[in-house]
């Protein structure tokens, strides 16, 4: 810098420094005014629905399930009842509940050598009794939802109400399940799914002989559901082994959420672990090979989807294509090589079928972004806003810096 023998020259200096360090502190202002922030740009806005939080959370509102109440060997709830016996574990009267309109769907559940273990417990969504090495696991949920799983062989007699019509058996040895039985009551269809072991069909009457480590699961078409195909197509996939898990979700309130979950094949496990209004995180694992398909489904107010591009979904970090073939993404057997991708089903809520090429420490992110709020921080013509700004800062240096040395 030269000097002047008047000081001047020191005297600009400082000037010029001055004016830099304002144009630094103006450079944010003019970006912010003209450029969205990265910040407001990429979280999603919030949900407005924290009225609706806070009220005490009533599950049944959500359509996906709902709560049991257990007294005295009868087991009430929104979606299902039945009377049970804990003397020996037998289950009888299985009525599927639409508004006023009950349907039979099971006579009895008779396990053999059931010896009770540590009692009947509800939690939530969900009836559990313990039996030596068996498990009963009833769902209040709208296809009436019922698990047995033992750890040793036994035989579990069956009773079909004598309104029962077409009743089938179909075997598949080797395969996951082994074996379904499929029949109406009037117009309701209905599924006993046996993943190892085998069935004996003798007019309503079903003798079900589970294996070592087996699962007996039955499962409904929702009574005077709107959209039975939908209904059948997925509970066809079950029987057919392309469905292993189910994870319905709902948020509550400071960061909780009530869930009713179950796996459809022994050797799969997936848990939620976080649910909030417009963001999910859940875990799938399992050392089966192959891939399958996990269902998601979540209230309306956790997750909404009313446009396409809403959704996101991601496994392992890696966003999933969505297809808008579910029949294809429920039914076609995993090619070599086969991509991840997802559906979105046409049942109450937000139901996402996601196919996983794998099983094997899958970590799952479903987000629900409101429209409009995913804007990236620098879009097209963002660019264009930033040299504006530097422009409008330069001039305003420009101007400052001729002042200064005038």
Do not use: C
Not at 144 to 163: M, Y
Not at 183 to 193: I, P, S
Not at 205 to 219: G, I, N, P, T, Y
Not at 291 to 313: E, I, N, R, Y
């Amino acid at each position: 810098m030269p000097e002047r023998q008047d000081g001047t020259g020191v005297g600009a200096f400082l000037a010029k420094a001055a004016a830099a360090l304002t144009v630094l502190s103006l450079l944010p202002v003019a970006v912010s005014v003209l450029v969205p922030s990265q910040a407001s740009a990429v979280r999603p806005l919030p949900f407005d629905v924290q009225a609706e939080r806070s009220r005490e959370y009533a599950p049944q509102a959500s359509g996906l399930f709902a709560s049991f109440s257990y007294d005295r060997g009868h087991v009430l709830g929104t979606y299902v009842q039945f009377a049970y016996d804990a003397t020996n574990g037998t289950i009888r009267s299985v009525l599927g509940l639409a508004g006023e309109m009950p349907v039979l769907f099971v006579g009895s559940l008779a396990i053999e050598g059931f010896a009770p273990a540590r009692g009947e417990e509800t939690v939530g969504s969900t009836f559990e009794a313990q039996g030596y090495l068996v498990t009963i696991t009833a769902h209040d949920d709208p296809t009436a939802l019922l698990e047995i799983r033992t750890n040793i062989a036994r035989t579990v007699a069956i009773e079909l109400p004598a309104s029962a019509t077409n009743v089938s058996l179909l075997a598949a040895t080797g395969s996951w399940p082994a074996a379904t039985v499929s029949f109406t009551v009037g117009e309701e269809q209905a599924r006993f799914l046996l993943g190892s072991g085998s069935f004996s069909v003798s007019g309503t009457r079903l003798v079900a002989k589970m294996a070592a480590s087996d699962l007996l699961v039955f499962k409904s078409v929702p009574p005077l559901a709107a959209n039975r195909d939908e209904w059948r197509l997925v509970l066809d996939a079950i029987a057919a082994g392309h469905i292993v898990a189910e994870l319905a979700l709902v948020a509550t309130s400071d960061g909780q959420w009530a869930q009713n979950t179950v796996q459809y094949r022994i050797g799969v496990a997936a848990w939620a672990l976080a649910v909030e209004p417009g963001k999910a995180s859940i875990q799938v694992d399992s050392l089966l090979p192959g891939g399958a398909v996990v269902l998601l489904a979540f209230d309306s107010a956790t997750m909404p989807f009313k446009t396409d591009g809403q959704l996101t979904v991601r496994a392992n970090g890696f966003e999933v294509n969505r297809t808008d073939n579910s029949l294809l993404l429920l039914f076609t057997r995993e090619v070599a090589g086969s991509a991840a991708r997802y559906a979105v089903l046409s049942f109450p809520g937000t139901v996402v079928a996601l196919y996983l090429p794998s099983l094997a420490a899958i970590s799952i992110e479903v987000e629900s972004v409101p429209p409009g709020a995913a804007l990236a921080a620098f879009e097209p013509g963002s660019d264009l806003a930033m040299i504006a700004a530097l422009a409008v800062v330069s001039a305003a240096a420009a101007r400052m810096l001729r002042r200064r040395e005038e």
